[in-house]
């Protein structure tokens, strides 16, 4: 009976010595993982957008001149369908420019999932062998690895449907009067009082 109880004390002691390593363990986790807070993450959406917007903003000035020259050379530099492509254009890069805020709301969301995944595998690895030096290793270097900065896709053209669409319009009216134009809103043929921000 005596031997029974020392077995459980020492049992629970040993219990009690394994919480207090695991315990270690997470505050070194928690210290390490403290910097990816709000701050860190809208970082990532912020080095996205400085990617990727001055490619916007260059392929858009692209196409606007593009447009310009295709309209002059048409003799249509002043007319209603000038002012009817223009505005359809700076739609579209409205639609752009929403396109690339959603994307990098995406990737900052994505890097809180992945600190979220890295974090969690380690403190089930802590709980399963209670001893802070066997995530130590994987600690810093998961760490290390997503405080690295994240490369950014191959960027696309933005414009080169919208390009296509107008191209291709343009072909058909030549060839048959009657095709509607593309950029028509209706009978009064006014623009679009569509806002587009910075322009």
Do not use: C
């Not at 490619?55 to 295709?70: A, C, K, P, V």
């Amino acid at each position: 009976m005596y031997g029974g109880g020392n077995a459980a004390k020492k049992a629970r002691n040993q219990e009690k010595q394994r919480e207090a390593r695991i315990d270690t363990g997470l505050k070194q986790i928690d210290a390490t993982y403290s910097g990816f807070d709000d701050n860190f993450y809208k970082g990532r959406e912020d080095a996205y957008l400085g990617t990727v917007t001055p490619h916007l903003n260059q392929q858009f000035d692209e196409t606007r001149r593009n447009l310009s020259y295709s309209l002059a050379r048409s003799g249509l530099t002043t007319s209603g369908a000038a002012i009817d492509k223009n505005a359809s254009l700076n739609r579209e890069l409205g639609n752009k420019q929403r396109e690339v805020s959603d994307a990098a709301l995406t990737v900052g969301n994505q890097t809180r999932g992945e600190v979220e995944q890295q974090r969690n595998q380690l403190v089930n690895q802590l709980n399963a062998s209670g001893n802070p030096a066997s995530i130590a290793t994987g600690l810093t270097t998961s760490a290390a690895n997503l405080r690295a900065p994240s490369p950014v896709g191959p960027i696309g053209n933005f414009f080169g449907d919208w390009t296509q669409t107008y191209l291709a319009n343009q072909r058909a009216r030549t060839a048959d009067t009657s095709v509607q134009p593309m950029f028509s809103f209706g009978g009064n043929n006014q623009p679009s009082s569509t806002i587009v921000g910075g322009r």
